[in-house]
Structure formats: structure tokens, C-alpha cells
DNA sequence: TAAGTCGCTGAATACGTATGCACGCTATTG
DNA sequence: CAATAGCGTGCATACGTATTCAGCGACTTA
């Protein structure tokens, strides 16, 4: 019984091989008999021996592991439930193709090519975030002149640089809007941030925007408010237009953590959802089918995306092309819009 | 302009100086002159060079990483965001320290010391996770024999092998079930896996007994359903108790998803909360503020927790003796119990 | 002036694995 | 039988850093 740790020499010495044997065999190469693997392979397992990461990684210049970063705003606790999904995804994607997720919440460095890849911490990137996306494009943009390997989950300008991921947004804001429309409703409201800082939610609204104009309904600018993907932030802007006295019969919020906050924000101002107002979010968390009413949300495949996601930038790290991409969303009728 | 990354062999030839000279400065040794140092210091950022960690930690012994194990079911997409605020704060506890977390959902392997620790990939392990408890106790007992570094938050239950932090759950619940009892409710219902799997919530449940007993109320068989932290298992534990036709006033969750299942499930049954029920939860997880009706609940400190965990792993790396200790619990009132 | 001290630096080496190359052995072919 | 090919293995080495030890100059002290 050794009391440090085993290393493949011991291993070696114990099958009377040599060393560059036990590697070989461990790592299934056909180069070496199937007598001698499975023996070393069995020592190996008897000692619970495991190859150091670290001199694997250092001889052959890749480590397998992935970075996430998640783009949120660090000082306040609360993350959109959706990115938790994701979170799983990706975790469970990467575990399947032998890769380990290194998680961070913050930007600690402008440049994160040199603190993961030239660390040789991480051999790709993979960006996560709702929203101040302005703050992060020109980091984005030095990436992938650094020629990193990075893929972001996000709505796909066209001419940007980098790779991305993401679900239609058009297409599921406009699913929602016209399902509202189907309903009778004919004064929408639109709570969410639609400048630049957050092209997902511009891309919702121009869903919403299509839907309108195709239904013959006018847009009023007085019934928008801006929001990030908060529950207050929601609330907030539901109040903001309630005090414009103007009157609608509905509200397309761009997340449903907005949703939630808009929700609470009619009740208290004596509003019944969804007979007088009805609502509809955009992602399908968890929660949205427990609320009161259950939610009417546009749904993200999060366990597709996670599974593209890591295909992607494994692709990618392997120095094959990979196009931009846009998954379909899916609309969940629920209760929120008194279907 | 080379092609490759630059190592510190790179540095060495254009500072004029030898290579352990600038791995002594770039660590900012004492060893080495300001003079020296600084002059390394600026070529090194100059060419944006970071040290390799593969190499660094293999002859260092020491990865500056920790593993963040999360217990959950993986099947179910759905994670508690209690869960998630936790995340967030280790990792920030963990990055403050120069430690990177990797995070992993699931349970690949028996031998999580061997995965972590001896493949050099973590210095230590943090676990988290509710319920499913006797899943993995033997396994932590093993990693405890085998001396891993590794801390859980959870139940500090004596005799127990291993090292815990967590809330003071009893206390938590006994606080929450007497603000019911002094609010004039004396019938409680309590929700909540009371078996060995959620040592947690056998916390909570002898804080729900301890508060009954202290006022005189009896416990009633008939109230307590069994259910596991999720929004579903809320709705129908309070659908098997509605069923049971026994009147209550009021339920003790013993999380807050089971409470935002418990409201659904007493709302579809026509029962207003709180005017007929009042309900506390759990947690104090975002949604909980912005719920219809505000969950009154009781607050874990999650930020205090993930800085306890990262500070408590770091000590036992260092060969450190630590005590398990529990965090005090704060009830938050809001309108879900009608005070 | 010789011995000792201090401050700084370089030479040598080790960490544990993966891989190019050469080598020996057996089987095949002409 | 010689030449060739194929298979399995070992030798040597490289990956990039951190650390031990020795050395060197300058400076103090007797």
C-alpha cells in the first residue's frame, strides 16, 4: 500500500511493461495487444488509478475542458431560472464528450482568450447572458481576432463576429402576439429593453411588430415600456404604463421572470389576469406552469441548445466550420391569456 | 509577432534573465530585485502572456480549483434556485481566492476522489444538493476514509463522517410555524420527505413539532404529507391532505417550490390564501417576493454560505481542523400568512 | 586582507504523461 | 533462404513551470 498517489510507472512495474505501454493501453490504443491492455487495465483499476490531467494536458497541449461564462449581472443573486437550464444542459452535454465545464459568473479580465485558453485552462468558451451585450461585444470581437474558440448564445446579427446560437425570437414573439391576437386582443402591450444592449429582445420585438401589422393592429408607442429580465424590472414597467392611463387588453413581456413582476404588478392594481389583461412571457422556466394563472410562454429547447452548444464549439476546436444557427421556439398555451 | 503562445522561456530571453528568474517574478517573489521584477512584469503583459496551468500545477502539485458537485436528480431540467444563488456565490467566493470551480450535475462515477482529486483536476470538492441523502452517504463516508478534501452543505448530523455546513433548519421552522401560531392558525399542515433521504427537512419538521408543542397544539397525523422539493410534489401533497377532508388554516412547506405548488393546487380548490390557508415556505428564493400572494418564508444567507463553504474547503486543503456549524436562518414576512 | 553575510540570479532537475522513432519478432512472399 | 511487411513494445524525449542548490558580487566586520 504506497501512500502517494499511483502513476502509470507503477502501474508499468507491476505489468512488467513500460510506461509508454500503460499510457497507450489506458487510452485504448490499438497499437498495443488486447492481452496487455486488459491487464493494465485491470491493475490500473485495482490501484483506482487515474491520469493526472495536468501532465496529460501539459504533453498534449489540450485540455479537455470547456469555460462558461454566464453574463449576468454578478452583484444581484438573482439568475434567470432559463439560464439554470442551460446551465444543466451544457453540464450534462459536455460530461457526454468527456469534457469538464469550468463555471465563471464574472469578468474578472477584458481578456478572456488569455485567461482561459493561453491558461490553458479551457480549450473553448462558451458565452451565456441576457442583455448588456453592448459592454461585451468588443471583447467579443478581439476574441475572435485571437482566434479563440468561442460560441455565444444569443440572437444572430448578421456580420457579427464570432459564432453564435440561439432560438428565433422573431419567430416565437410573433407566435405569441398572434396568439393574443386570435384571442381578441387588439391593445398589446410590449414590456422589454429593445436597444442595442439586448438584440434578443429587438428581435422579439419585431416579431410582435410583424404580428401586429399583419393583423391590421396599430403599434403604441405608449404601451411599451423597456425592461431587462428581471421580475422588478417588470413590474416596474408594467406600473409605468398602467400610469399612462392608456388601456390595453394584454401584454407581451420578453421573459417570464418580466412576466412574473408584470403579473403581481396588475393584481395589485386591482386587474384580473388574464380576463381583464392577459399575459404572455417568453422561455417556459420552471415556474411559469405553477404560477397563478400558468403562464403562456414561448419555449426554448434548452437540452437541444446545450447539446449544440458543446457540438459547436467542439467543432470548432477541432478546426472544422460551423454555421450560425436559429433553434424553433415553441409556443405553450397556458391559462395566462384565457385560452 | 510569434505564432505560438509565449512561455516563460519566451520572457526570460527578451528580459535577458533566465527562466526560474521570471517564474520567481511573475509569482512575485522576494527573492527577485523590483528592478527585475517589474521589468518582467511589463514584457509579460505586454505579450498578454498567461502561465501555463497545466504545467504550473503539475509541478506544483496543487490545481487552484475546486469541484462543485450538484446532487440533483439530472433527469429533471428543473433545479432549484436556491441551488443556483449558492452557485453564484461560491463562485464568486471561490474567484476572490484564485480558485476556479468546476461544476458537474451529475454522478458519472462511484470514486469522486478519484475523479477530482486524484486526476489533479480539483483540490477539493463541495457538495450540494437536498434530498436523496442516503444515495450518497456512503459514498462521502468513503471519500472521508480516504481523506478528500470535501465539504457538504447540508444538515450537520452528529456522528455523521465528514465535514457540513448548513442552516439551522430546526430553528428556521420553528421560527416560521410560531409567527403561524401567534397569527391565530392552529391547524398546520406540514409539507415535507420527513424520511432519512432529507435530513434537512427532519430539521424543519422537528422545529414544526417543537413550535406546536410549546403551544400547546397537537400534532395531527393527518396533516403532513410527504413531498420532495419541486413545485409537482407541492401540488399533490396538498391534494392528498385536501382529500383527507381533515380542515386546516395553514401550511408549513418545507421548500419554497412546494409552496408555489401547494398556492396552485389550494387555488384550483377554490381556497384563497391567505384569507382561507396561509402558507409559509422555505428558501426565500427570488420568485418568492414576487409570488401572488409574497411568500412569507424563512431566508437562508446564501451569499455568507457559498463564502463559509469556499473559505471552510480552503482551510481543510491546507490541512486545517475545521468545525461543522450551522448559519442562522431569517424569517421574512410577507402577505402569504396573512400577518 | 581574509572571512563572513546578504541579495540576487542561474543551472539543474522534477512533476507525470504522450508520442515519434527504432527495434525485434513472426508471418508472408518471391 | 532472403527480403519484406506487420505487429507489439521500449527508448528517448518534450510539454512549461517551480524549486533546490550553488554561485557570484558587493558589502560588512574583525
Redesign the interface.
Known sequence: MKDS?PTSLDIAHLAGVSQPTVSRALRNSPLVSKETREKIQAIAREL????????S??RSQS?K?LA?LLCED?GD???N?FF??M???I??AA?KEGY???????Q?SE?WR??YE????ANGIIFLGYGDYTQYIDRISRLDQAGAHFITWGPVVPGQPGHFLGCDNTLGAYEATQHLIQLGRKHIAFIGDTSDDCPEFQDRYRGYLKALSEHGLKYNQQLHASANST??MG?DATQTILERTEPFDSVFCCSDLMA??T??CL?ENGYSVPDDIAVVGFDDI??A????P?LTTVQQD??KAGELLVENILSLINGEHIESRLLPPQLIIRKSCGS
Open positions: 498517489k483506482n488509478y487515474k491520469v493526472d490531467v495536468n501532465a494536458n501539459l485540455t475542458t462558461l454578478p443573486s438573482m439568475i431560472p439554470l437550464s446551465l444543466g444542459s453540464t450534462r460530461a469538464d465545464l469550468l463555471v465563471s459568473f464574472q474578472l481578456d488569455a485567461d493561453d491558461a490553458n485552462k421580475e422588478t413590474f412574473i413582476g403579473i403581481q393584481r420552471p415556474t406552469s405553477h404560477m397563478t400558468p434548452t437540452i
